[in-house]
């Protein structure tokens, strides 16, 4: 992916900031010298650039950290804040209701493609699309609009000779629940297109109309969206082919500047190439910080719970703790996964201590496990160092299991242990990498 470039220089800033000694004034122009390359190169607008750098030198020269935080980790929080505001603040929400969407744009902007894509978006989610072609323009349109359409098998609408009798006739017949209108380019934005979109905006009465906005027009992007705003109203924003160029990042920063919401990223040219969009994830995703948004809505479905993940990290925690955490990260997906969402933890050599094959604990040894801490009493699941041979034969016999199996148990769950408290730093979650990790991302003080 060419959003690299931005990644790899943001990555490095994040990396300098980390790497400073002292967090004075001229270590903070340094770092946002070098901020302002990375964001320009990525044709990031001059004016936005020199905005976000003077708040975020603002607040770091003049704000008191928050208890807790030293300086220079308040400045990483302080940078990783701004550039999620700077690239849109909040998600694009999209909701799965029956509605009807037109997709507008200029010439090649992707929009015919982004119809089929979202109309694939849609179906996946178990609901019914209809993709209607009212590009009548170019010959060629709905040809391409009809191959996309038999490819993700959805029905179409291209029949009628005016874009106008199209949607009439497409409203009319069809009974899907959501209708996603595909409409003609042009060179520029136009007084004859303005009027098509116009008719058309009557005619359908749209719950979305989507702006297609190809990211390598870069800050042009700004433009582009208040001068369709203007004339038709705009609901949100697609940008496409956010894989193929340098500019991502400005067309990013422009169309959120511009004051409309990008709903969507178009990543490449199949029609799964489809992303949500959500600034925060992208971030993350952007500067290699682990997708803790992810970790944490994840954490959420997984029913995880907190307060035992909390011991866990600290190190302090029973068998009994261990077991219930080792299925709550297995509904997250593998326990490795998610340690890869934890700056510090990923990377960082920690991992290649932890036992081999641990990290993918089958279901078959985790009902095992299950077996082996039911038998066990209470003081042995809180201090396992107690369980010596007597204990072990009856702890197999109990459980159905056999002694190597105990052995094998006890012998993860120190060597997690260990692990966990030196990720903590020796000092649990107030310090440690985890901790900082938890600090940056607000995850702090509540857990
Ligand atoms: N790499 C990449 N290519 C894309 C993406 N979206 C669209 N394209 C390509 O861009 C070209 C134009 O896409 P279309 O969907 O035909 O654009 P359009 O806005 O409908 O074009 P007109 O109808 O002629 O105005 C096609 O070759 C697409 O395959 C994307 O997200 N990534
Ligand atoms: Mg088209």
Not at 293 to 320: C, R, V, Y
Request: glycine content about 10%.
């Amino acid at each position: 992916m060419v959003l690299d470039g931005l990644g790899s220089g943001l990555k490095n800033t994040f990396k300098r900031i980390a790497g400073l000694g002292v967090v004075d004034k001229e270590a903070v122009e340094m770092v946002i010298r070098d901020l302002q390359r990375v964001l320009l190169q990525s044709d990031v607008d001059v004016k936005l650039v020199f905005e976000l750098s003077s708040r975020i030198k603002e607040k770091i020269l003049k704000e008191k950290p928050p208890t807790g935080l030293t300086l220079k980790e308040y400045f990483i929080r302080i940078l990783y804040d701004e550039l999620v505001s700077f690239l849109g603040e909040e998600p694009g929400t999209f909701s799965l209701k029956p509605q009807k969407i037109l997709l507008i744009g200029l010439f090649a902007s992707g929009k015919t493609t982004h119809a089929g894509k979202l109309a694939k978006w849609f179906k996946t989610r178990g609901m019914g699309p209809a993709l209607i072609g009212c590009d009548v323009h170019r010959p060629a349109a709905r040809d391409q609009l009809r191959q996309i359409a038999a490819k993700i098998d959805v029905p179409v609408y291209a029949d009628e000779k005016t874009a106008e009798a199209t949607a009439k006739k497409a409203l009319k017949e069809s009974k899907e629940e959501v209708m996603i209108f595909d409409s003609a380019g042009r060179d520029a934005l136009d007084a004859e297109l303005a009027k098509e979109l116009k008719n058309l905006g009557e005619i359908i009465k749209p719950d979305e109309v989507l702006l297609v906005i190809p990211a390598d027009i870069g800050q042009a992007a700004r433009k582009q969206a208040e001068e369709f705003n203007k004339l038709v109203g705009i609901t949100g924003i697609i940008i496409s082919k956010m894989d193929g160029t340098a500019k991502a990042g400005g067309a990013l920063a422009a169309a959120s500047a511009s004051g409309a919401k990008v709903k969507f990223i178009g990543v490449g040219e199949k029609s799964s190439d489809l992303e949500q969009y959500d600034p925060k994830r992208f971030i993350s995703k952007l500067i290699g910080y682990g997708d803790i948004q992810g970790l944490i809505d994840k954490a959420k479905s997984a029913g995880f719970d907190e307060k035992a993940a909390k011991k866990i990290m600290e190190g302090k925690f029973t068998l009994n703790e261990f077991y219930e955490q080792l299925k709550s990260m297995q509904g997250m997906g593998s326990l490795s996964k998610m340690m890869d969402m934890i700056p510090g933890l990923s990377g960082s050599g920690m991992m290649k201590k932890m036992p081999a094959g641990f990290m993918d604990v089958q279901e078959e040894k985790m009902k095992k496990w299950k077996y082996i801490i039911d038998s066990m009493t209470e003081p042995e699941k809180e201090d396992p160092d107690i369980i010596k041979n007597t204990r072990i034969a009856r702890i197999a016999k109990g459980s159905g299991t056999s002694e190597s199996d105990i052995k094998e148990l006890i012998k993860n769950f120190k060597q997690v242990k260990k692990v966990m408290k030196m990720a903590g730093g020796g000092k649990g979650l107030k310090r440690g990498p985890l901790a900082r990790m938890m600090k940056q991302f607000g995850m702090g003080g509540g857990m």
